[in-house]
């Protein structure tokens, strides 16, 4: 049994309450949105707590929708935010910090990234996250025999109450309306969220002090049709069959984009830069997972079913 106290920024996220849930220790809960199981906390700013004698702080606090906000948005929380929560760490004298990362820190390329790869980002996103971590290894560099920091890099995380990629996958097919863009064969990192923070707990007891990075995704990857086609099944839905040429998908969600700014309305499903996202391959190896001995407890087709079991079969959401 996991007997640390923890603090976890960014707990009323998707990530977060999965992670909440599955913790044994005494959790001390912040987040920027309020609600009744969360402290208020803003780490864009100087953090103030009244909590003693914590031992670990997971910094899941982040914005990283992408396309979605300003650049200056992903800098100013996700950089002052790493260079807070490592203060308060200072402060507080606590000496292990799990940091949520992104694949997004590789760039946008179809040759394979592991862990060694050199990162270049290509978005405001993926280079405040790599800065982030730089601030986080900063942190760890000044007591290296004392301090832990693992800093995970998880694909696509998918699970009930996400909101997110998958799910707008999922509707789109439900209704018909989705068609590979410009290619079947792209290959999408991902992870299942219990995976991902059963992962975590596990990490922060196992590793010794030291800076530990790691790839969070499925390895062998999947390809976007075999994802639609594992969907299609679980759930019952049809799966799509076919592809639209990719130039033509460009222009149409340019004019539905140009369309959205005349009448003040916003389409981010199919926003220009996201379209261009699912016609490029995230090709992350997550072997170095394997090598060190963690192993995901769902394939990919059984991740689909517990979380169609989740949401009583009624839908992905």
């Known amino acids: ?28 809960s912040y987040d920027i949105k309020p609600n009744s199981n969360s402290n208020i906390c803003d780490i864009r700013k100087q953090i103030r ?9 997971y910094n899941l606090a982040a914005i990283h929708t992408s ?51 050199l990162p270049l980002p290509t978005s405001a996103y993926g280079i405040s996250k790599l800065v982030a971590e730089e601030i986080h290894k ?11 920091l693992i800093i995970l890099r998880p694909g696509i995380v998918f699970g009930q109450n ?8 999922y509707k789109s ?5 989705f068609l590979y863009p410009g290619r079947k064969d792209t290959k999408k990192a991902a992870i299942y969220v219990k995976d991902l923070v059963r992962l975590m707990i596990e990490m922060v007891e196992k590793e010794n002090p030291g800076i530990h990075l790691y790839n969070n995704v499925y390895t062998p990857i999947h390809s976007i ?16 069959k076919f592809t639209v040429p990719a130039s033509i998908l460009k222009i149409i969600a340019n004019s539905i984009n ?32 394997i090598d060190h001995g963690y192993n995901l407890q769902y394939s990919f087709a059984e991740a689909i079913e517990d979380w169609w079991d989740d949401c009583c079969h009624s839908g992905l959401y």
């Open 225 to 240: 049709e075999y994802i639609c086609k594992t969907i299609a099944k679980v759930t019952g839905i049809k799966e799509p």
């Open 258 to 289: 140009s369309f959205g700014k005349i009448i003040g309305k916003s389409f981010n499903g199919i926003h220009p830069d996201r379209v261009k996202k699912l016609m490029i391959s995230t090709n992350i190896n997550g072997q170095k997972l």
């Open 138 to 148: 900063r942190w760890q560099s000044e007591k290296p025999n004392d301090r832990k």
């Open 173 to 177: 097919m439900k209704k018909g309306h």
């Open 1 to 28: 049994m996991n007997n640390n106290k923890t603090i976890i920024f960014g707990a009323e996220g998707f990530i977060g309450k999965h992670l909440a849930r599955r913790l044994n220790s005494e959790i001390i």
């Open 67 to 117: 396309p979605g906000h300003e650049y200056s948005e992903y800098f100013n929380t996700n950089i002052n935010g790493a260079e807070n929560v490592c203060d308060y760490a200072r402060e507080k004298n606590i000496n292990t910090i799990l940091f949520t990362s992104s694949i997004a820190t590789y760039g946008t390329a179809e040759d394979v990234k592991t862990e060694k790869s």
């Open 49 to 57: 707590t009244n909590g003693n004698e914590i031992n670990v702080i």
């Open 162 to 169: 996400e909101k997110g990629n998958f799910t707008r996958l």
